[in-house]
């Protein structure tokens, strides 16, 4: 079965630069959530689109910002990076609508901020 | 807001053996769902169970089984006959059930990190 994918697994990044992570839900899920997991941490909720539209959004800094493209598929997109950003990034995907179909989490992507 | 809490920042098991991971949540909220999720090393993401808080039954799978108390707000995992691929972190989560759109986030706890011994 398709899962949700994201691009790409590990980024390496230094201060002040910009990154952009993808991500690709499962095929006819509507709803896309951003999760930040730093070190030793729990994740994060960060920003959620449902059907191309902004719908609710966590503790996302200023710098983080994000969108949800025609084809489902969502970015996130990080400038002014910061040692504090080094985390797993996690995209999950789900059918919304007060169903109780569970969000099925990517791969994650590793930044790392040098 | 809701919150979740894990009071066991580790665990450990014996093989073959039956382990409880707690986990409690504060919630004004009367319907909603909980789950399990379990992070390996590889760090993905796999859901282990998952209960809706208007069911009275305890969810199982396998040799996961869960003790949901609604009015303690109290959701804990069993594990049955530990095998050393149980070995990972664990935590619980929390997502509102009548959320519009997109708006159904996890809320997560601290997670406990399970060991197996052989």
């Known amino acids: 079965a398709a899962g949700v994918i994201q691009s790409p697994r590990h980024l390496i990044k230094e201060k002040r630069e910009t990154a952009t992570l993808k991500c690709y839900p499962i095929?006819?899920?509507?709803?896309v959530y951003w999760y930040q997991q730093g070190p030793g941490q729990d994740p994060q909720f960060l920003i959620s689109?449902?059907?191309?539209?902004?719908?609710d959004k966590g503790s996302i800094p200023d710098r983080f910002s994000a969108q949800q493209f025609s084809d489902y598929h969502s970015e996130l997109n990080m400038s002014s990076l910061e040692l504090g950003d080094s985390a797993l990034y996690f995209c999950?995907?789900?059918?919304?609508?007060?169903?109780?179909?569970?969000?099925?989490f990517g791969d994650g992507t590793r930044l790392s901020i040098l | 807001a809701q919150t979740v809490t894990q009071s066991q920042p580790e665990m450990s098991v014996q093989e073959a053996e039956t382990v409880t991971l707690s986990c409690t949540y504060d919630?004004?909220?009367?319907?909603?769902?909980l789950f399990w999720y379990k992070q390996p090393p590889s760090r993905q993401m796999i859901l282990v169970i998952r209960?809706?808080?208007?069911?009275?039954q305890n969810a199982t799978e396998n040799r996961f089984s869960v003790n949901f108390q609604k009015a303690a707000k109290s959701f804990s995992l069993k594990i049955s006959d530990s095998q050393l691929g149980d070995a990972a972190m664990y935590f619980c989560?929390?997502?509102?059930?009548?959320?519009?759109?997109?708006?159904?986030?996890?809320?997560f706890g601290k997670g406990t990190k399970l060991t197996v011994n052989p």
């Open positions: 689109f449902y059907e191309k539209m902004q719908s």
């Open positions: 919630t004004s909220e009367s319907d909603y769902y």
């Open positions: 989560a929390y997502r509102s059930l009548h959320g519009v759109g997109g708006s159904e986030k996890l809320v």
């Open positions: 095929p006819r899920h509507d709803t």
């Open positions: 999950a995907s789900s059918l919304s609508g007060g169903t109780n179909q569970p969000q099925h």
């Open positions: 209960q809706e808080a208007y069911k009275q």
